[in-house]
């Protein structure tokens, strides 16, 4: 079953989710200073409505616009970071040459489409972790750094 072509829309607004993640790491990075959620939501709807040609989006006020960036930064953050307060144990016979290979190309290739194959490779290993499959099968979005692949490699 192929994927279908993405829209010039969707890839406007993944190019916007880049520029999102590299906002919000600007906001955390020991070099920048934190310029909060707010500055952060509304650099990002500036450039939400710039990709989506929608000018009158981006002018400061518009809730929405923010509301729906602020939502979008806290799903990159959540890929990035799993769930702090209960981490995946991950046991070492998961890593085979597969799940590794995968990961690796996952990660260098920035191709977090194949995250479910990851999955799939994850079970032949004997992965029962709901969290960690669920995780590898959702839509996302997806970024470099994703707590699954970083799990899958052994980064810390």
Known sequence: MGRRAPTALEIRRRRVYALTAQIAQQAVGHDQPNRGVWANALLTAHAFGYANDEPAACLPGS???RDEHLRLQASIFRDVVGNPLAPVAFDPRWRTEDTLGLARGIYEDRAF???PL???A???AGCDDDRLLAHCRSRGPHTRGCWAVDLVLGKE
């Open 63 to 65: 809730e929405e616009l």
């Open 113 to 115: 489409t194949r995250l």
């Open 118 to 120: 990851l999955a799939d």
């Open 122 to 124: 994850l079970m032949d």
